[in-house]
């Protein structure tokens, strides 16, 4: 099965029919990312070369996503080292303005309206985040969220990178 064909299957797929099956990426070169920010601007990952950056995928209609999302806002207030960037796979991104109208979060949100994105990361759940060490390798992926936990596992790898 192609990539593409995965990532065009996923953008049309309802979110009960998205499978739960990880992404294999860690250890690997992270796929580079040049996407349309919702403010207007753009994002390039390769041009964070040299800092950990930490990506999360998620959607309007992802339950957890509404308390991953400011728990990351939170995180990286405390960590100015590092980048975060919330990469939103809704179709419409009023979708996506209407969720971040009732949540509090200041991350730069990328557009994957046709989740070309998404299929390159190989993400298959909602939320799923990963950490990227300064060299561009992929360290760590999480799939779903814990509030009990909160981003524990992300400091861990962020913990390890910085070492």
Same mark, same amino acid.
């Given at each position: 099965?192609?990539?593409?064909?995965?990532?065009?299957? *996923?953008?049309?797929?309802?979110?009960? @029919?998205?499978?739960?099956?990880?992404?294999?990426?860690?250890?690997?070169?992270?796929?580079?990312?040049?996407?349309?920010?919702?403010?207007?601007?753009?994002?390039?990952?390769?041009?964070?070369? !040299? =800092?950990?950056?930490?990506?999360?995928?998620?959607?309007?209609?992802?339950?957890?996503?509404?308390?991953? *999302?400011?728990?990351?806002?939170? /995180?990286?207030?405390?960590?100015?080292?590092?980048?975060?960037?919330?990469?939103? %796979?809704?179709?419409?991104?009023?979708?996506?303005?209407?969720?971040?109208? =009732?949540?509090?979060?200041?991350?730069?949100?990328?557009?994957?309206?046709?989740? =070309?994105?998404? !299929?390159?990361? @190989?993400?298959?759940?909602?939320?799923?985040? /990963?950490?990227?060490?300064?060299?561009?390798?992929? @360290?760590?992926?999480? %799939? !779903?969220?814990?509030?009990?936990?909160? *981003?524990?596992?992300?400091?861990?790898?962020?913990?390890?990178?910085? =070492?």
């Amino acid at each position: 099965m192609s990539t593409l064909w995965l990532a065009a299957t *996923l953008a049309w797929a309802a979110p009960e @029919q998205i499978p739960e099956t990880p992404s294999d990426l860690t250890g690997r070169t992270a796929p580079p990312i040049e996407a349309r920010l919702l403010d207007g601007g753009t994002f390039s990952l390769e041009a964070h070369r !040299g =800092r950990p950056v930490v990506l999360s995928f998620w959607a309007s209609w992802c339950g957890p996503c509404r308390f991953e *999302l400011p728990a990351l806002d939170a /995180f990286v207030d405390a960590h100015p080292e590092i980048t975060a960037v919330a990469v939103n %796979v809704d179709r419409d991104p009023e979708d996506a303005k209407r969720f971040l109208s =009732r949540i509090d979060v200041d991350l730069p949100v990328v557009l994957d309206p046709e989740a =070309r994105i998404m !299929g390159s990361w @190989q993400v298959a759940s909602m939320p799923t985040m /990963f950490v990227v060490d300064p060299h561009g390798t992929v @360290q760590l992926v999480k %799939v !779903g969220f814990n509030r009990e936990k909160g *981003l524990v596992e992300v400091e861990r790898a962020l913990a390890e990178v910085r =070492r």
